[in-house]
Nanobody, 116 residues
Framework: QVQLVESGGGLVQPGGSLRLSCAASGSFFSRYAMGWYRQAPGKQRERVAG???????NYADSVKGRFTISRDNARNTVYLQMNSLKTEDTAVYYCNAKLSAATEYWGRGTQVTVSS
């Protein structure tokens, strides 16, 4: 069992930055592929960024060059550094941990609002 707790969301002006954190409890964190997803009002949840157990990363086209995902296995934490934020980045951001198709966990989310 893995529990995920996101933090770091908030209100930021366009062009600003935020750093999200996702702290994981449980064992074998380093074995999990981790991801960040987001869901804006009235829209489906979408994958923003992912990082494998081997630290390979991938990003949605909409955030490439602006967002960076990283992980610290010693701290059981995954991060999402978000720069050059846009109003369209406003959403609830969720952390995901996946070991297999049958073993997947979600956090409760953290709100990110980009507005002037």
């Amino acid at each position: 069992q893995v529990q995920l707790v996101e933090s770091g969301g908030g209100l930021v002006q366009p062009g600003g930055s935020l750093r999200l954190s996702c702290a994981a409890s449980g064992s074998f964190f380093s074995r999990y592929a981790m991801g960040w997803y987001r869901q804006a009002p009235g829209k489906q949840r979408e994958r923003v960024a992912g990082i494998t157990s081997g630290a390979n990363t991938n990003y949605a086209d909409s955030v490439k060059g602006r967002f960076t995902i990283s992980r610290d296995n010693a701290r059981n934490t995954v991060y999402l550094q978000m720069n050059s934020l846009k109003t369209e980045d406003t959403a609830v951001y969720y952390c995901n941990a996946k070991l297999s198709a049958a073993t997947e966990y979600w956090g409760r989310g953290t709100q990110v609002t980009v507005s002037s």
